[in-house]
């Protein structure tokens, strides 16, 4: 039936959300580890 | 001591979250029964109303802490204030993006401006307005005003919960404590669900309070850096005597 649809699009979307979220907390932590890394290079 | 032994209860914590989260989703979408006149998209049920739940304990825990900054002025609960808010809207914005998937086929309709509709959609705008705020603002008193407007922000969510109760509405009356009735099997992936979610919702929250507090720290010696540099360069300069030291 056509709600199968909607269930699939709704699953991807709530996913998507959070793995797009969580990858952008994984990209500050870098972003942060690497000034971390120049101010004790320094 | 402490914070080794959360640094080290963290990632066991993250794979019993996922692991968690794996099996509630098999439940919803394998175990539960189909309902009768849904159908399987009804299965949305079983992240839209604990992605609302989350979402709520999280705009909750913004609203202490944002209290908790403006009695003591404690940068930790500023922090706290800053993640739970940012965690939130995304939990928030999941309930809005499903709902309406959910609508379409059940009620053929995308959206409708309904009280729990729109009193959501406004809680959405009034966190993204706190998380603009915070973004772009460097005054010394952003962390106030933001403190303040997550308090009227948090008045929203009394609002949204309990529009389906006061106010005839276009939503379905909640299925626990409001007269709905549930299959027990339905409840019990429905509970799982609701615990998976908010665990989820507190390791990210918690995630995000770490990176905070870590950027906090980075800007913290950056600043200090900025400050001592010219000192230093004035200090390490050669000193020139008058007449070039003939």
């Known amino acids: 039936m056509n709600s199968v649809r909607f269930l699939w699009a709704a699953y991807i979307a709530t996913w998507l959300i959070h793995g797009l979220y969580l990858g952008s907390i994984v990209r500050r932590y870098r972003r942060v580890r690497r000034q971390m890394k120049d101010l004790s290079g320094e | ?246």
């Open chain 2, 1 to 246: 001591m402490i914070a080794g032994t959360v640094k080290r209860l963290f990632p066991i914590l993250a794979v019993l979250t996922a692991l968690l989260l794996a099996y509630g989703t098999y439940q919803a979408l394998v175990v539960a029964p189909t309902e009768r006149t849904m159908g399987d998209v009804q299965r949305i049920f079983y992240y839209h109303v604990p992605s609302a739940w989350t979402g709520f304990c999280l705009f909750f825990t913004n609203l202490i802490a944002s209290i908790v900054y403006l009695i003591r002025k404690n940068p930790k609960a500023d922090a706290l204030a800053v993640s739970s808010a940012e965690v939130g809207v995304v939990f928030c914005t999941i309930v809005l993006v499903t709902g309406p998937i959910w609508a379409r086929p059940v009620w053929g309709i995308w959206w409708t401006w309904d009280l729990r509709l729109t009193s959501t959609l406004v809680l959405w705008l009034i966190y993204v307005s706190y998380l603009v705020l915070r973004r772009f603002s460097d005054s010394a008193q952003t962390p106030v005003l933001a403190a303040v407007l997550a308090i009227f922000g948090a008045l929203d969510v009394p609002l949204v919960y309990f529009s389906i109760w006061f106010f005839r509405t276009q939503h379905p009356q909640p299925v626990i404590g409001g007269g709905g009735s549930l299959d027990p099997r339905m409840l019990h992936v429905f509970l799982l669900n609701l615990f998976t979610f908010s665990c989820f919702g507190a390791m990210v929250c918690w995630w995000r309070c770490r990176l905070e507090w870590l950027q906090r720290e980075v800007d913290e010696a950056e600043a200090m850096e900025s400050l001592l540099e010219p000192t230093e360069a004035r200090l390490s300069k050669p000193k020139v005597t008058a007449g070039g030291g003939r």
